[in-house]
């Protein structure tokens, strides 16, 4: 069993910059993809970027690519997601999760087995 914490959110103003942080329990941290996705209210949760297992493979969203950058530090256990240029339709809650299994990408949130709790993240104009 795998918890995930986030850590981070806020509210900043438009082409601010703001950095996620997401601390897992557990002594296999560096075994799963670990993945970032985001909810605004009324809509499906969306992927945002994930990183593979050695943190050498990254993948992004198109909405985020150039802006957005995952990191991860596996003697910490913690993933981090630098958000830069932050837009108003950035504003979601955003999660962090954990999947495990050979893929080194994993874009869907089925795939994922273990979710943080969310933390909030509010752009304004």
């Known amino acids: 069993q795998v918890q995930l914490v986030e850590s981070g959110g806020g509210l900043v103003q438009a082409g601010g910059s703001l950095r996620l942080s997401c601390t897992a329990s557990g002594s296999t941290f560096s075994s799963y993809v670990l993945g970032w996705f985001r909810q605004a209210p009324g809509k499906q949760r969306e992927f945002v970027g994930c990183m593979s297992q050695s943190g050498a493979t990254t993948y992004y969203a198109d909405s985020v690519k150039g802006r957005f950058a995952i990191s991860r530090d596996n003697a910490k256990n913690t993933v981090f997601l630098q958000m830069n240029s932050l837009k108003p339709e950035d504003t979601a809650v955003y999660y962090c999760?954990?999947?495990?299994?050979?893929?080194?990408?994993?874009?869907?949130?089925?795939?994922?087995?273990?979710w943080g709790q969310g933390t909030q993240v509010t752009v304004s104009s």
């Open positions: 999760a954990a999947g495990y299994g050979s893929a080194i990408v994993v874009l869907t949130a089925a795939s994922y087995n273990y």
